[in-house]
């Protein structure tokens, strides 16, 4: 069984993506990792370079500014990456640059590879999605955040990235997939306040025109990370690659979970039913769990 990780990552330092994190979560799961380095005004190539793994191979690209819809330029470099893919490859791990993969979940990652290896009828791999929020602390648990995600595929051509890379589709229908009981840990909303309404503009430039984000984008030094619906205490322990830059942490952010939730009774029912019973009403999916 042959594995290749993927990833894709711009300007990686300049929004304070723990993209080094990242790559060094996959590659105990890997033969071999790409990592498409779009054009950057800072120093990430480098730092990829600087990772001392045999495994890994770098592909320069360069992003299409001109995509400004749906966030589809995240899609179409996704695709790069992937196409890089080997062909003898078996399974490929997708991981962003701002995910994180928890060595405790490493033999069940690799036990799902193994064992659905040759049943050809699975494409891929879902696991569950933790969304940290505003701090190390907090996980964001209101049903607008995605608590599943497909991260490993089966190295078909047929299968692409969907909408802005959010997940994957098959000739343009939903991926079977097999379920397991392993997470991505999600850092995209842990970061400076600063950097964090840095990388919201540039993201939302991906997503909307000149013309929207002139009457729509409010122009602040920093994101007000208290403006969210529904946090609850993360009780668990994160990737040992992640404790450096928890260490490291440079502000502050505080919630009280019990207070202040901004959720209407019909919300507060439908988070109780997906925690409680997995019951998703009402959501967009690109996968089939197979039993």
Not at 71 to 98: F, H, N, P
Not at 261 to 275: A, D, I, Q, S, V
Request: charge should be negative.
């Amino acid at each position: 069984m042959k594995v290749t990780g993927f990833t894709i990552v711009r300007n990686g330092v300049k929004f304070d993506y723990p993209f080094i994190e990242s790559i060094k979560s996959v590659l105990p799961l890997c033969d071999e990792m790409i990592v498409a380095v779009g054009n950057s005004e800072d120093e990430t190539l480098a730092l990829v370079q600087g990772i001392d793994s045999p495994k890994i191979k770098i592909i320069q690209t360069i992003w299409d500014d001109s995509l400004r819809k749906g966030g589809r330029v995240l899609a179409v470099e996704t695709d790069k990456a992937k196409a890089d893919i080997s062909k003898d490859t078996d399974w490929c791990i997708y991981i962003q640059a701002d995910e994180v993969l928890h060595e405790k979940d490493y033999p069940a990652i690799r036990k799902a590879m193994e064992e659905n290896l040759d049943e050809k009828q699975i494409d891929g791999i879902l696991f569950d999605h933790l969304n940290l929020y505003g701090s190390f602390d907090y996980i964001a648990d209101s049903r607008k955040w995605a608590y599943k995600q497909i991260r490993i595929i089966r190295n078909d051509p047929n299968i692409t990235s969907f909408r802005d890379a959010i997940s994957f589709m098959k000739n343009g229908k939903r991926l079977k997939v097999k379920e397991i009981d392993a997470a991505v840990y999600h850092y995209g909303w842990v970061r400076h306040p600063k950097a964090m309404q840095d990388k919201m503009e540039s993201f939302n430039k991906m997503w909307h025109d000149d013309e929207w984000m002139e009457k729509n984008f409010e122009k602040v030094n920093e994101f007000d990370f208290s403006n969210i619906d529904s946090l609850s205490h993360f009780e668990a322990t994160h990737p040992k690659v992640m404790h450096q830059r928890i260490e490291k942490m440079n502000w502050e952010f505080s919630f009280d979970p019990t207070q202040g939730m901004k959720l209407t009774p019909r919300l507060r029912f439908l988070n109780w039913l997906e925690k409680k019973y997995g019951i998703e009403i009402g959501k967009f999916k690109t996968y089939t769990i197979v039993r």
